[in-house]
Antibody, heavy 118, light 111 residues
Framework: QVQLQESGPGLVKPSQTLSLTCTVS??????????WSWIRQHPGKGLEWIGY???????YYNPSLKSRVTISVDTSKNQFSLKLSSVTAADTAVYYC??????????WGRGTLVTVSS | QSALTQPASVSGSPGQSITISCTGT?????????VSWYQQHPGKAPKLMIY???NRPSGVSNRFSGSKSGNTASLTISGLQAEDEADYYC???????????FGTGTKVTVL
């Protein structure tokens, strides 16, 4: 079955760029019909949607993060990625990648904790 | 876009039924049948339990059911079991530019 797995540095310095990759296995990201999303969860807090991408490259971002977020897709590697620039301690969170069907998230990765600290 | 409002905690004894509410506005919960519910055990990824207000994905127990009235959606867990102890989040499509809004989360405790 389809599985998602996040990867990337667990520690990022303030003002730098956070970069994460989500690898999709068991299915093709190019098969269509799905969007691919990033969601984060601050420690002990609720969930925050960051943005999504279609395999064609079209994107939509949460307006509150839009100025700092870039989501891209590499269909040859069956991966999509997140870049968040100018990070601060407020960006410390568990970052999840997820598959989007309609208006819900049916599959999630296990999540990866990213800490912003010098 | 404000988060959807959920009770911070709900508890029940094994075998009982509990209901978690999720209150929004006419721009999200009340305006569309796109409410979903997620279960999250500590340290784990969220798991989809209900989508489009009342639909259960394959493999989710029929003890979980969803409904909506006006601007409030509800998740009911019947026949409460110890394994149901987790955090639960609702989510909805929103006509605001945010597209998606999540609830504040509810901790379910099985007494």
């Amino acid at each position: 079955q389809v599985q998602l797995q996040e990867s990337g540095p667990g520690l990022v310095k303030p003002s730098q760029t956070l970069s994460l990759t989500c690898t999709v296995s068991g299915g093709s990201i190019s098969s269509g019909g799905y969007y691919w999303s990033w969601i984060r969860q601050h420690p002990g807090k609720g969930l925050e949607w960051i943005g999504y991408i279609y395999y064609s490259g079209s994107t939509y971002y949460n307006p509150s993060l839009k100025s700092r977020v870039t989501i891209s897709v590499d269909t040859s590697k069956n991966q999509f990625s997140l870049k968040l620039s100018s990070v601060t301690a407020a960006d410390t969170a568990v970052y999840y990648c997820a598959r989007v069907v309609g208006w819900y998230f049916d599959l999630w990765g296990r999540g990866t904790l990213v800490t912003v600290s010098s | 876009q404000s988060a959807l409002t959920q009770p911070a905690s709900v508890s029940g004894s094994p075998g009982q039924s509990i209901t978690i509410s999720c209150t929004g506005t006419s721009s999200d919960v009340g305006g569309y049948n796109y409410v979903s519910w997620y279960q999250q055990h500590p340290g784990k990824a969220p798991k989809l339990m209900i989508y489009d207000v009342s639909n259960r994905p394959s493999g989710v127990s029929n003890r979980f059911s969803g409904s909506k009235s006006g601007n409030t959606a509800s998740l009911t867990i019947s026949g409460l079991q110890a394994e149901d102890e987790a955090d639960y989040y609702c989510s909805s499509y929103t006509s605001s530019s945010t597209h998606y809004v999540f609830g504040t989360g509810t901790k379910v405790t099985v007494l």
